[in-house]
């Protein structure tokens, strides 16, 4: 065979390789090396050196929501210490105001001895925070309302409880987005376990206190064949871009070991794809997060994504922050991949 020949069969083999690769929608990373395995991070996020962002003094901080409002992050996160949701301020997203209470514990309602794991969003002049309302052994959801973001009126009955067999004893992690297309709120939420929840469902209202559940099971479950989550999938981040939903989410390798990372749908409750990179966020060797990491939240600022999560290493829970540069998470599957 002539050299011309041989280079003409490798180009061939070459470019069918490719072809096979984009019609099953996986990336080459699926064969590669984490890019940052001793740090904990691939798919082009870079943890910030010098996490946490939030804790130490504060004492175990985990599962946040935040919003940009003007040039000023707002972050609502929940305070271990105080059993309560607290508010932070920040200019860069890096360095954090003093925590304020936004919302404490109310144990003549019967359902809120501890309250965590909140969601905020701004829609028709108020701030809206769904949030979870825990007993020793029961979940709940509740929704408050305020004006500023600082003072909250709260209902007193939760607005969402568990009802199905598949969400046992908890329901819990609320996420809420607006959706205009459809003009109803969307609820990703997450049951099944009170310590560690199992899988997420969706439910839909027109008014955020109505719930209406989307299925009788769930909607994103653990893929058994992918180590890292295979135990469980919970507590996730929906972000609607274009005609995608992509939801930022933890998997459970194990009940104590927990790591990040991105699917997308076409329309938020079926077909959801995997990103090949995979996860995004995981513990790291010797760090402070170096036994899981959990509850991802995500905004991107223009030109680039920033990620907060929390952080575990042994019990102690802190806030880090990851950042990924340009819009595009690496899809490669669609017309409008990324975006």
Same mark, same amino acid.
């Given at each position: 065979?002539k ?23 996986v990336s080459?990373?699926?064969?590669a ?24 003094k ?43 209470i ?10 809120q ?21 825990q007993?020793?052994?029961q ?17 007193t ?26 003009r109803? /709120?969307? !609820?990703? $939420? ?9 899988? %997420? =469902?969706? &439910?839909? @209202?027109? +008014? *955020?206190?109505?719930w ?18 295979r135990?469980?999938?919970?507590a ?8 995608? /939903?992509y !939801?930022? $989410? ?9 790591? %990040? =990372?991105? &699917?997308? @749908?076409? +329309? *938020? ?39 907060? $999560? ?30």
């Amino acid at each position: 065979m002539k050299r011309t020949d041989k280079i003409h069969t490798t180009l061939r083999l070459l470019i069918g390789l490719s072809i096979l690769i984009a019609a099953l929608g996986v990336s080459a990373r699926v064969w590669a090396a984490p890019e940052h395995p001793d740090t904990g991070s691939n798919g082009g996020w870079v943890k910030y050196q010098s996490n946490p962002v939030l804790g130490g003094k504060l004492g175990t901080c985990f599962d946040i929501c935040v919003l940009r409002i003007g040039k000023v992050y707002h972050m609502w996160f929940s305070w271990r210490p105080k059993r309560s949701i607290a508010l932070v301020t920040s200019i860069d997203g890096i360095h954090w105001s003093k925590p304020t209470i936004a919302l404490g514990p109310d144990r003549a309602t019967g359902w809120q001895y501890d309250l965590n794991r909140p969601v905020v969003i701004y829609h028709h002049g108020l701030y809206r925070m769904w949030y979870t309302g825990q007993t020793n052994t029961q979940s709940r959801i509740g929704y408050a309302t305020s004006r500023d973001g600082i003072h909250w009126h709260r209902r007193t009955k939760p607005v969402l409880s568990p009802s199905l067999p598949w969400e046992h004893v908890a329901v819990m992690c609320p996420d809420v987005i607006w959706d205009q297309s459809s003009r109803e /709120y969307k !609820m990703w $939420y997450s049951a099944g376990d009170q310590y560690e929840p199992n899988d %997420i =469902g969706l &439910a839909v @209202s027109k +008014n *955020g206190i109505n719930w209406k559940r989307f299925s009788n099971k769930p909607i994103f479950t653990p893929d058994t064949q992918i180590k890292w989550e295979r135990n469980r999938v919970t507590a996730c981040q929906v972000i609607k871009r274009g005609r995608w /939903y992509y !939801m930022f $989410y933890i998997g459970f390798e194990n009940i104590n070991r927990a790591a %990040i =990372g991105i &699917a997308r @749908s076409p +329309n *938020g409750a079926s077909g959801w794809e995997r990103l090949a990179a995979n996860p995004i966020v995981f513990p790291g060797k010797n760090t402070w997060d170096s036994d899981a990491c959990y509850k991802p939240f995500a905004i991107f600022d223009g030109k680039k994504w920033m990620l907060w $999560y929390n952080g575990r290493h042994n019990t102690l829970e802190q806030i880090g922050l990851a950042v990924h540069q340009g819009k595009h998470f690496g899809f490669i599957r669609g017309s409008a991949a990324g975006k």
